[in-house]
T-cell receptor, first 116, second 113 residues
């Protein structure tokens, strides 16, 4: 079974600076999807960024980018120019492409605090 | 506005009572999901449904039941058999079960005393 590990329960960063959240996963599959979700205090889960494992290029969405290291099974999220609105819980998630295995496997989450 | 609605936002029940959580979507999505979130943990899948009148157990289905009589609706019943029902419950949907992107509702916080 796939597992996702986020080793940083909490992180903090000064406003306007850059922060990187770590995520590692364990799988025997060669093709899969990885995601970062944001959960603000409202508790609504919001998709931040996704990465297909077959793509070598790291995904980027505005100030959010990932460092996908397939061999190391690592999928970190970099937030540039941090803003107060970025404060939230961040969850890394894995999804298998196999029919019948349709679920997201989530890590434990990292709470990100932005210091003004 | 298209989206997923979960009601109510907060729900309180006495131990031993069954309770049903509502989830409605107007995104015309085929697939719907229920997740449970506990403090300090990520989300865990309870049930999912690929199409109307079909649903599959997730990782923690014991003590829960679902129905999918309409495409837009996927209610979750927390039965008295669920040992630790107090949690935050999130409903999600996707265009198809093969779609990689799931959209989440605002969640329901269930407290059982």
């Amino acid at each position: 079974a796939q597992t996702v590990t986020q080793s940083q329960p909490e992180m903090s960063v000064q406003e306007a600076e850059t922060v990187t959240l770590s995520c590692t996963y364990d799988t025997s599959e060669s093709d899969y999807y990885l995601f970062w979700y944001k959960q603000p205090p409202s508790r609504q889960m919001i998709l931040v960024i996704r990465q297909e494992a077959y793509k070598q290029q790291n995904a980027t969405e505005n100030r959010f980018s990932v460092n996908f290291q397939k061999a190391a099974k690592s999928f970190s999220l970099k937030i540039s120019d941090s803003q107060l609105g970025d404060a939230a819980m961040y969850f890394c998630a894995y999804r298998s492409p196999i029919q019948g295995a349709q679920k997201l496997v989530f890590g434990q989450g990292t709470r990100l605090t932005i210091n003004p | 506005d298209g989206g997923i609605t979960q009601s109510p936002k907060y729900l309180f029940r006495k131990e031993g009572q069954n309770v049903t959580l509502s989830c409605e979507q107007n995104l015309n999505h085929d697939a719907m999901y229920w997740y449970r979130q506990d403090p300090g943990q990520g989300l865990r899948l309870i049930y999912y449904s690929q199409i109307v009148n079909d649903f599959q157990k997730g990782d923690i289905a014991e003590g829960y039941s679902v129905s999918r009589e309409k495409k837009e609706s996927f209610p979750l019943t927390v039965t008295s058999a669920q040992k630790n029902p107090t949690a935050f419950y999130l409903c999600a949907s996707s265009i198809a079960v093969s779609s990689y992107e799931q959209y989440f509702g605002p969640g329901t916080r269930l407290t059982v005393t």
